[in-house]
């Protein structure tokens, strides 16, 4: 994985979607894969939730109320942390999150960390910077670990490991761990705890992120399900915990409206296997804990986003990764081919906002603008408004003031293509001429369609949609009504 506030062309991505699309494994995994999320989903929504839209509403409103207030929830949940005995360290960007982390490190000269799963520790780097201090970073998540074993980043912001199959999985631990060669799950999950039990029973600081950290309670919430993240927080003597500073929301209710649309909307399950909500570092009368707690503010440019009226919404992400599973983009690419740490429809919304709209131009591009991602966030985040609003940012015809902007990413023929589709769209009488050409020579469409240059592109991995009959007849057919 490059670094985050690395510039990425045009080019590099035409690479990298190219080889992920010819890679027939890498399709099959995640078609697969993605089809078990979403139908789990789904029939755990119609199972379970009767009012499903209604509970979105309130989520959305939830983190709208959190949003609106974010600097005063800030200050409240560092005063009640602090009377709880939680260490508070504010971090403007990755570089003073890394150093507030190693200087806690060589403070307490430990050159070992074990680490839950943490899409923010993903998004300042930390195992590379660590590394570079000779501090060995540990991930005890089963599929972090995987993909580190391999040294890959996650292809996706719940499942990091998401794109090998259990063949893949077993012939990685028998490469990397020289385990036998298995592949049942449960076998493949032994080896994983077999490897990792060594590393729990010695270690002295552990690492997580937060789901949710509670203003009125000044208490933070993670979500899992392989107790790897208990294991992390509790049985070492200090808890480094880094959270997003948009993860802070009002009351423990509203942590739980929240957790009630996480779950079922990440893995398809009714409830996570464990609930970790944390109030405190080890008591004077508690016979475990961790001794001390701290906890990473994180604002890598999200205070930025918060201060823009329309983008401010991307950041009621609760990190779900359901947009990934709906997205026709990701299923055939996978997360890889994104070249940044948040991958898919939401990764579209808030990389070029992070990390500079310049670096991760051609990323915007990544999405046919279906809307499936919007249709099915838990919070209700418009993303291919956002995609689309984003993509007039890059071309110099935004509302401005992104991050990393400096010039206008749009070539002549796009411009020029977008001009004539307007002139063409915005006419009644040019729009049904085109749709008429279309249907009379759309068998030939092909032919001429791969003498364009762009539209060949296009055709190389598409078929020409064939056109019989226009809406209009269709309707004068149907119901014997007008419509002009
Ligand atoms: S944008 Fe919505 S659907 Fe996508 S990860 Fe965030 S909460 Fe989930």
Redesign the pocket.
């Known amino acids: 994985m490059s670094n985050s506030s690395q510039f990425h062309s045009s080019n590099e991505y035409e690479n990298i979607v190219n080889s992920k699309l010819n890679d027939a494994q890498l399709r099959q995994n995640l078609q697969s894969v993605m089809k078990t999320l979403k139908q789990n989903r789904k029939n755990t929504i119609a199972s379970r939730y009767t009012k499903w839209e209604e509970l979105r509403e309130l989520g959305r409103k939830v983190k709208q109320n959190a949003l609106s207030k974010l600097p005063s929830l800030l200050e409240k949940f560092e005063q009640n942390a602090i009377k709880n005995g939680f260490k508070i360290h504010w971090a403007r960007d990755s570089k003073e999150a890394n150093k507030i982390i190693l200087s806690l490190m060589q403070k307490n000269s430990s050159n070992v960390i074990l680490k839950g799963k943490s899409m923010a520790s993903e998004e300042i780097h930390l195992n590379a910077y660590l590394k570079e201090n000779n501090i060995n970073a540990l991930e005890t998540d089963l599929g972090e670990l995987i993909i580190q074993l391999i040294d890959e980043p996650p292809v996706h912001?719940v499942a990091p490991a998401i794109h090998k199959n259990r063949y893949e999985i077993g012939k990685i631990f028998k490469d990397k761990l020289n385990a036998k060669l298995e592949s049942e799950p449960e076998k493949l999950n032994g080896i994983a705890r077999e490897h990792l039990r060594k590393e729990f029973k010695s270690f002295k600081i552990g690492l997580s992120g937060v789901n949710f950290a509670i203003a009125n309670e000044g208490a933070i919430w993670l979500i899992e399900n392989e107790g790897n993240g208990r294991m992390s927080t509790t049985a070492c003597d200090i808890h480094i915990a880094i959270c997003g500073i948009e993860k802070v929301v009002e009351s423990f209710e509203d942590a739980s409206i929240l957790d009630l649309l996480l779950v079922p909307?990440a893995t398809g399950a009714n409830i996570s296997c464990y609930n970790n909500i944390i109030g405190s570092p080890r008591q004077s009368d508690e016979l475990d804990g961790p001794k001390e707690v701290h906890i990473i503010m994180l604002d890598n440019n999200r205070s930025r986003i918060l201060s823009d009226s329309h983008y401010y919404r991307s950041l009621s992400?609760?990190?779900?990764?359901?947009?990934l599973n709906h997205c026709p983009v990701y299923d055939k690419i996978g997360g890889h081919a994104y070249l940044s740490t948040y991958p898919g429809?939401?990764g579209e919304v808030i990389s070029p906002q992070i990390f500079g709209i310049d670096n991760y131009a051609p990323m915007l591009n990544l999405c046919s603008l279906c809307g499936r991602?919007s249709e099915?966030?838990?919070?209700k985040?418009p993303?291919a408004e956002l995609i689309r609003d984003l993509r007039s940012e890059k071309a110099g015809e935004g509302r401005g003031g992104i991050v990393g902007y400096s010039e206008v990413h749009r070539n002549k023929t796009e411009k020029n293509s977008f001009a004539v589709f307007a002139n063409i769209a915005t006419s009644g009488a040019k729009w049904r001429m085109l749709l008429w050409q279309v249907r009379i020579f759309g068998g030939m469409g092909k032919i001429f369609g791969n003498l364009i240059p762009g539209l060949n592109l296009w055709l190389k991995y598409r078929s020409y949609p064939k056109l019989d009959a226009s809406l209009h007849s269709r309707v004068k057919e149907l119901k014997g009504v007008i419509y002009e």
């Not at 992400?317 to 947009?323: A, D, E, K, L, P």
């Not at 099915?376 to 919070?379: A, T």
């Open positions: 912001i909307s992400c609760i990190r779900c990764g359901t947009c429809p939401i991602c099915v966030c838990p919070v985040i993303l």
